[in-house]
């Protein structure tokens, strides 16, 4: 039984193909990454927490069953639970934003989503999908904000940016903020998923413009500090154990790493999109 959920939450969901489903609800030790920027997810699944004098930032819920590890990190590093005053999430998938009602419950958070992503985070991910198979649904929560492109969201003196990097959902969204003095970059996700059409799709029509509008905002971003959606996408075990040496130097700051992860995603999307661009031009399904 466990197996068989295991077995559908890597069919179904948001993926980044490498992870191993064990890796989401493993707990991870709680860290500061830069000045007020703290992980406070699970191994694979990120949930960051910026701290502020007048309370703190939420960004991903993850599942339902990840809201007690979300809020045992909180509270490991001295925070309280309760003074997440805003949630916000990576995109609208079940791995990111399925424990948001609870979170919401819990702490009376305000809930600000991409304007293109919040119809699906408001109905549980029922919208028409571009996807043949459907993936997995979650607890439905009201959005306070729907957010633009380029939009700021600013508490106690910090201020976080809700970049546009659609494609792997519509309103994929790369957060980007200074902490301490550094560049952060959380990617959304610049992953194709399984089952993916991106040629003819009848119900997302602009998915590979939209791709291509993903790629060309992250190769702009400004990046000290890589970090992403899933804690796969940055390599998250091997770096927080050179974290735990006290050299002085900080891991996560990794501009290279970066440049690497997203032309090795870019690459990985184009090919996807040549194979089902030959499929087309031979008349053959798109399986
Ligand atoms: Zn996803």
């Not at 009376?108 to 919040?118: E, S, T």
């Not at 996700?189 to 413009?209: F, M, R």
């Not at 891991?251 to 087309?280: I, S």
């Amino acid at each position: 039984m466990r197996l068989a959920l295991l077995l559908s939450l890597v069919l179904l969901s948001c993926i980044d193909t490498s992870a191993q489903p064990s890796s989401w609800m493993e707990p991870f030790p709680a860290h500061t990454i830069a000045g007020n920027l703290h992980y406070v997810g699970s191994t694979d699944l990120a949930s960051y927490l910026v701290t502020t004098p007048e309370g703190h930032i939420l960004i991903n819920s993850s599942f339902d069953d990840s809201v007690p590890l979300i809020r045992k990190s909180v509270e490991d590093l001295g925070f309280k639970f309760g003074d997440i005053k805003v949630l916000l999430i990576s995109h609208a998938h079940s791995d990111h934003c399925a424990g948001s009602a609870r979170i919401i419950r819990e702490t009376g958070a305000k809930y600000f989503v991409m304007d293109q992503d919040a119809d699906a985070v408001e109905n549980g991910g029922a919208t028409k999908s571009r996807l043949k198979a459907s993936y997995t649904r979650f607890t439905p929560a009201r959005v306070d904000r729907r957010l633009k492109d380029g939009e700021e969201i600013t508490l106690g003196g910090t201020t976080l940016v809700a970049r546009l990097t659609p494609g792997h959902t519509p309103g994929c969204t790369t957060w980007t903020l200074k902490a301490g003095g550094l560049d952060a970059v959380i990617i959304g996700s610049p992953n194709v998923n399984p089952g993916y059409i991106l040629v003819n799709n009848q119900d997302y029509p602009g998915i590979a413009s939209d791709y291509e509008r993903c790629f060309r905002v992250l190769k702009s971003l400004p990046v000290d500090l890589f970090l992403g959606a899933h804690g796969g996408y940055y390599d998250l075990p091997a770096k927080h154990r050179r974290f735990l040496v006290a050299d002085g130097s900080n891991p996560f700051v990794d501009p290279e790493g970066y440049k690497r992860y997203v032309e090795d995603r870019e690459t990985a999307y184009l090919t996807e999109l040549a194979r089902q661009q030959k499929l087309k031009a031979a008349g053959q399904p798109n399986p």
